[in-house]
């Protein structure tokens, strides 16, 4: 049985080529977030808008290239004063940046989401960028796994028994 070729046009080598170099975009930025380690981390009634100008001070001084982070605010403009302005009582010590990020944010119910360029912090108002659920009607049984292992039996009998060597 031969191999069968699959060919990409220049649009997919494209697409394959921007979804590679922004997913290593943000894995830099994930990587960054890992390495900056606090010693200690102390909040007390601090607005969250504050303490979240403190971590860009902070991983400014600690990152190696000095650039630091961005931070992006998604929040519904009705609850944006409301979300920034809420007190912060927080007390962590040696602690990746990543994990003060995430327990700032699940203290107060908010999503964040690494990108190339910035942490995208959502109030759940906005959907952040990236996820896209979609919905496919599908018959009963299509996904019965017997089945559809039968049916790729017959498809394989079926290449070796027509013969067709095709490149």
């Given at each position: 049985m031969k191999a069968k070729r699959c060919t990409i046009g220049w649009r997919g080598a494209l697409a394959c080529t921007?979804?590679?170099c922004l997913t290593a975009g943000a894995a830099?930025?994930?990587?960054?977030?890992?390495?900056?380690?606090?010693?200690?981390?102390?909040?007390?009634?601090?607005?969250?808008?504050?303490?979240?100008?403190?971590?860009?001070?902070?991983?400014?001084?600690?990152?190696?290239?000095?650039?630091?982070?961005?931070?992006?605010y998604l929040f519904a403009p009705r609850y944006r004063e409301a979300h920034l302005g809420a007190p912060v009582t927080?007390?962590?010590?040696?602690?990746?940046?990543?994990?003060?990020?995430?327990?700032?944010?699940m203290a107060y119910g908010l999503e964040y989401r690494v990108e190339t360029w910035a942490i995208l912090i959502s109030d759940g108002t906005r959907p952040?960028?990236?996820?896209?659920t979609r919905v496919y009607p599908i018959r009963a049984g299509v996904l019965d796994a017997s089945r559809t292992r039968r049916r790729a039996?017959?498809?394989?009998?079926?290449?070796?028994?027509?013969g067709d060597d095709n490149n």
């Amino acid at each position: 049985m031969k191999a069968k070729r699959c060919t990409i046009g220049w649009r997919g080598a494209l697409a394959c080529t921007l979804l590679v170099c922004l997913t290593a975009g943000a894995a830099d930025m994930r990587a960054k977030l890992r390495t900056l380690h606090l010693d200690n981390v102390r909040f007390e009634d601090k607005p969250l808008a504050e303490a979240f100008r403190e971590l860009r001070r902070v991983s400014r001084r600690l990152d190696r290239d000095g650039e630091g982070l961005n931070f992006v605010y998604l929040f519904a403009p009705r609850y944006r004063e409301a979300h920034l302005g809420a007190p912060v009582t927080l007390q962590l010590r040696d602690i990746p940046l990543e994990e003060v990020i995430r327990y700032l944010c699940m203290a107060y119910g908010l999503e964040y989401r690494v990108e190339t360029w910035a942490i995208l912090i959502s109030d759940g108002t906005r959907p952040l960028p990236g996820l896209e659920t979609r919905v496919y009607p599908i018959r009963a049984g299509v996904l019965d796994a017997s089945r559809t292992r039968r049916r790729a039996r017959a498809i394989d009998n079926w290449d070796e028994a027509d013969g067709d060597d095709n490149n």
